[in-house]
């Protein structure tokens, strides 16, 4: 498969305070191929977020490349990096961060305009579509404190795809959630992965990253091992990938 984003010795150093310097991601090589349903697992301060913020162009690497969709980012200003993630990426946070004063449609179609590839009239099109498909097309007037947090994290997801992203990147998307809304929000995570969209999340939840493809292991900010689950084909399988994961997590020291 073709390579969707690649880094080779990726390292972030963060200053702390006048002289003081910390390393948090100590030469991180990944590759992820277009298609790939990956997920990112490790204790709490391994350095995931922080990944996570330097492979999308958030933050800008100590050392090291990162190549998305065959772009260098080291070699991107701002205002491309700005446009890059705008137009081929989607993130999802545990928290969304949402415009009050905009109805949750008006908050999904934003995106949308300011890409400015495509007429209103197709952006709205394409919004009510991501709604229908998510389940939430009859939310589309309310405010956003009109909403239950499931719902507000399925508000995320059309976000996220209003323009078409090539990946689809994640941060604890469901950390917030109780279990069940957790499980929704994973089960239409997965059918976007079907549809041919990447998804690469971060999580500490084994029951989220069971439901991944394969699961890459931070420790002390390197990435130490992985796992590879390959395509969940049936539900009735997410209790033994639980147990794999569990079991390896034990057998790595987490
Ligand atoms: N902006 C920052 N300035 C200083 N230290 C930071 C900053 N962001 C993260 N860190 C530190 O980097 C380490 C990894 O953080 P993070 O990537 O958030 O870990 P994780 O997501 O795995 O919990 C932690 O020790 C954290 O305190
Ligand atoms: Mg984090």
New binding site residues.
């Given amino acids: 498969m073709n390579t969707l984003l690649e880094s080779r010795n990726l390292t972030k150093n963060?200053q702390?305070g006048k002289d003081n310097e910390?390393t948090?991601l100590r030469g991180v090589d990944l590759h992820i191929a277009g298609g790939e349903f990956v997920s990112v697992m490790?204790?709490?301060?391994?350095?995931?977020?922080?990944?996570l913020y330097n492979i999308c162009g958030m933050d800008r690497m100590t050392s090291g490349e990162v190549t998305f969709n065959g772009r260098e980012l080291a070699g991107l200003s701002e205002p491309e990096l700005a446009r890059l993630r705008l137009t081929e990426m989607g993130f999802i946070f545990q928290q969304i961060h949402l415009l009050r004063n905009l109805s949750i449609f008006d908050n999904i179609v934003l995106s949308g305009y300011l890409a400015n590839g495509r007429s209103r009239s197709e952006v709205n099109a394409a919004a009510r579509e991501l709604m229908q498909r998510t389940g939430i097309a009859e939310l589309a007037d309310n405010a956003i404190t009109q909403a239950s947090g499931g719902q507000l994290q399925r508000v995320g997801i059309c976000r996220a795809l209003i323009n078409n992203p090539e990946i689809i990147f994640g941060?604890e998307p469901t950390g917030a959630l109780n279990s069940r809304a957790s499980a929704e929000i994973m089960d239409l995570l997965s059918e976007v992965n079907r549809s041919g969209t990447t998804v690469m999340l971060?999580t500490h939840d084994v029951r989220v990253a069971a439901r991944t493809n394969r699961v890459l292991l931070?420790m002390d900010?390197e990435v130490v091992s992985e796992k590879a689950l390959g395509a969940m084909t049936d539900p009735g399988e997410i209790t033994a990938r639980e147990e794999e994961l569990s079991a390896w997590l034990l057998e790595m020291g987490v």
């Fill in positions: 963060f702390i910390i948090v490790g204790p709490s301060g391994s350095g995931k977020s922080t990944l941060d971060v931070m900010g």
